[in-house]
């Protein structure tokens, strides 16, 4: 009797020991996974709501609160100028839809600079910066850079023509110069599509510039030819050094020759003798030569 009761006993102690040990394994596993979780929430990104299109759109499109849709975006990498609520993108509802001013995909966040104000149509006036006006450039095949600009890239202008050689003998001498650099294209012919790339030969260009860069486009294509030169657009190439004056090319620099100071002859001043004028009087058997004033 009594080696049965020892022995169940000890399978009592064995069974409540094995209990113990998977309750405890069980509890460990469970605080494992909840210290993960806490890991990952603190690894996620924080997000936010902003307004995107629902389908894809083409230039010009007209945007109705149709169109659009909240998505959830990661708040530290949110974009400038995005809109939080659908009433940032249309403040006075349908009756004022904004514009693409570029072609969006489905999904992509609207910005400000991509859409106009709202009841503004997609023209000129919604490209231009503040203070600034629109000039058209005469182009062809070669000053056009052969139709490969778009709205939106970056020109040099230089101006080709002929001027005084700065001799002083009256001679003239064919010059080129950069005069505007770094202008930013809005418009080729009458297209503002930022993503135009049909190639086509373009006979104006149409360029953003401030007053005094305007009139001076406007006499430099009256007395010469302008020609366009396409920047790239990182910030080295925008860059522009003219620690050693303006840039200017004309045939002896493009060929390397040394010019040469006329030299100028000194001719002596012509000595004019003074003109003596006399008369013949006889006085008797002799002749005597007078001096006279001249009369002629």
Known sequence: MRSAFGLVLVLGLGLAGFAVYMVKGYIDEQEMLRAMERAQVAEQVPTVEIVAINKPLPYGSTLTPDDVQLVQYAEPYLPEGVFRTIEEVFPRGAEAPRVLTRAMENLEPILAAKVTAPGENAGILSLLSPNMSAFAIRVDVASGVSGLLRPGNIVDVYWSGRMDDQTGIGSTKEVTQLIQ????????????????DTGTIARTVTVEGTRNQVAALTLAQTTGNLFLALVGTSADAIALDESNGPIVIDQNTLLGIEEVAPVVEEVAPEVVEEKVCTTRVRRGADVIEMEIPCTN
């Open 181 to 196: 650099p770094n202008m930013r294209i809005i418009a080729i012919d009458q297209n503002t599509d930022t993503s135009f």
